[in-house]
């Protein structure tokens, strides 16, 4: 029995030992695709062979986000979510179209969270809000116009959200404005572009 085992050893010792060394430069060669985002936010793909140092390069465009249709009825919920259907920090939906005079129903299904309205991000002559951690709210919306809200806590985690109630009246001024909200995003920083696009 003993000569059995050992035997079976050798056998795995043999088929598991290296027949060629490979330096680490020959290890660390590159050969495969490469996706990476550029500034213009489409993507590019370079080729790369591996006996050959020639590349193909190919820009790709990400496919446009579908734009959010009016929600139905007049009171909406909007949950907020440790992970959620586009990602980790987020409100569900993140972005929704109402009309003047519905209601939105702030539910804290994760705990930690809150929803406040952003300075310079809402309609001129409409009240914010600013709900307390861990509790449900409520806010009824009558000024036309884009808000963008955040969760305190979370801000630099980019967990805001977006309201359009009727006609996006400001919008110009909250894409403007939304550059410098930017600069507290340390994750996720073009989730705010990313959700402006869909209004």
Known sequence: ??????????DLVKKRSVRKIVSVDERLKPFGQISMP?????????TVQNEDTSTEIQSVSPPPLAKVELSSGSE??????????????????????????????FEVTDLAHNSATIPNMTPAGSDGWK???NENFSVKLETEGVYV????????????????VGNAVNLEDVKKNSENLKKNFVMNTDRLDSYLSQL
């Open 1 to 10: 029995m003993t000569v059995f085992v050992l035997q079976k050893t050798e």
């Open 38 to 46: 550029n500034e213009q936010n489409s993507v590019v793909t370079q």
């Open 131 to 133: 709900g307390l951690m």
């Open 76 to 105: 909406h919920t909007i949950r907020m979510l440790n992970v959620g259907p586009t990602g980790t920090m987020v409100f569900d939906p993140a972005v929704i179209k109402v009309s003047p005079g519905d209601t939105l129903n």
């Open 149 to 164: 809200y955040q969760c305190d806590p979370h801000l630099m985690m980019a967990m805001v959200g977006i309201v359009q």
